[in-house]
């Protein structure tokens, strides 16, 4: 949760303590075994019951989302009923009187335009129904009014129309959170899209080409270059999964390099030094593919003689040191300088940012690229990856 969501919520507790509305009933004196003070035990409570209604949310203000969060939003109000809409109708009702779901939405005709709370009593002809007033409050996000948090009660009280203001502002935080998790995952899936646009209509046709030419002379080794080339091209184009392990990439970059050696032969060697400890370890999709490429293409750009190429996944304690070497024709400080801030626009360029970026975003700043070159002295790119982040998964 984050600290705005936190501190909302505290002071949720500490109201909620004041007024006796804590978790639908009554605050209850506290037992001596009890530990901590009544605002604290309130404080854990309320954050617990929070807690509860928060990953539904994270995936935004949705039918689903809401049907699994309102009874949490209704325990932490105290109330007869609530529900939430979104701009066009109520998305969930939870508590006594659904009835009222009926015409909720022509009391909150205002709201969705001035993006302002209101309050309104409800004329109901059912002498059992004890819902007689309601507090709505906007559910906003950059802005923009994407729906609402409905508090019902038997009468008018001020004190549930605070309460059911701070409960929505910590949902909108939630939304909030949604929101960026949305345009996390949309940025990462354009930057992949990047990368495979990366993937040289030369480089396809020069492998069909240099599979085309064994054919004849060794039908066999046609055929074998002929699923390296179809299983590459199934991995680099699959539609799923942000992550991938250390195994899968390497094994996409051992197809990919057989391909190479089919065109250059005894020009490119490669030596590949890999600790199986490190196998699993999950990181971002297409993360050395492109890496590998660069040091192909650099170390094979106008030489005559032999270009060498190693890579290394070794055990490094909590990390896995992935290193990526060739004796290529390197690059200029400088402008490798401008590449990372953004300021280079060839294939090279977008490949290192990207990856550069992303390996950031997933694991912090201290995880970027480590990259050693100069004019002539070939190029050493260095990446750590822990062995185990939250939320990274090989899939």
């Given at each position: 949760m984050t600290g705005a969501g936190v501190a909302v919520i505290t002071v949720l507790a500490v109201l909620l303590l004041g007024t006796g509305f804590l978790l639908g009933r009554a605050a209850r004196p506290q037992r001596t075994s009890d530990v901590g003070t009544p605002v604290e035990h309130a404080t854990f409570e309320t954050l617990h019951t929070a807690s509860l209604a928060a990953p539904p949310l994270r995936a935004g203000l949705t039918e689903e989302s809401a049907r699994r969060s309102a009874r949490r939003l209704r325990s932490l109000l105290g109330t007869d009923a609530l529900c939430l809409t979104d701009r066009d109708r109520v998305l969930v009702w939870d508590?006594?009187?659904?009835?009222?779901?009926?015409?909720?939405?022509?009391?909150?005709?205002d709201l969705l335009d001035s993006g302002r709370d209101t309050a309104f009593r409800t004329d109901c002809g059912d002498l059992d129904c004890p819902l007689r007033w309601a507090v709505a409050v906007p559910l906003t996000v950059d802005h923009r009014v994407l729906g609402t948090l409905v508090a019902w009660a038997p009468r008018e009280s001020a004190v549930l129309a605070r309460a059911a203001g701070e409960v929505a502002r910590w949902v909108c935080v939630q939304l909030e959170l949604a929101e960026l998790d949305r345009s996390r995952t949309q940025l990462i899936e354009a930057e992949i899209k990047a990368l495979r646009a990366q993937i040289s209509p030369h480089f396809i046709f020069n492998s069909l080409a240099a599979i085309a030419s064994f054919v004849r002379t060794d039908p066999e080794r046609a055929r074998e270059l002929l699923l390296e080339f179809a299983d590459f091209t199934r991995y680099s184009f699959r539609r799923h999964g942000d992550f991938t392990t250390l195994a899968d990439e390497l094994h996409s970059i051992d197809q990919y390099l057989a391909l190479v050696r089919a065109r250059f032969g005894a020009r490119l060697s490669v030596t590949l030094q890999v600790a199986p400890e490190v196998l699993p370890v999950a990181l971002p999709f297409l993360c050395l593919q492109p890496l590998v490429e660069n040091a192909v293409k650099h170390g094979l750009e106008g030489a005559v003689r032999t270009s060498r190429i190693t890579i290394s996944a070794l055990d490094a304690g909590a990390e896995a040191e992935v290193v990526i070497e060739d004796d290529g024709i390197g690059m200029e400080p400088e402008r490798l300088r401008k590449i990372l801030r953004g300021e280079g626009g060839t294939s090279t360029g977008i490949g290192?940012?990207?990856?550069?970026?992303?390996?950031?975003?997933?694991?912090?700043?201290?995880y970027g690229l480590v990259i050693e070159t100069g004019v002539g002295a070939g190029m050493k790119i260095t990446l750590r990856l822990p062995k185990y982040r939250a939320g990274v998964h090989g899939s």
């Open positions: 508590g006594e009187g659904d009835h009222h779901g009926q015409e909720v939405m022509d009391h909150l005709r290192l940012l990207n990856v550069d970026e992303r390996l950031r975003q997933v694991y912090g700043d201290a």
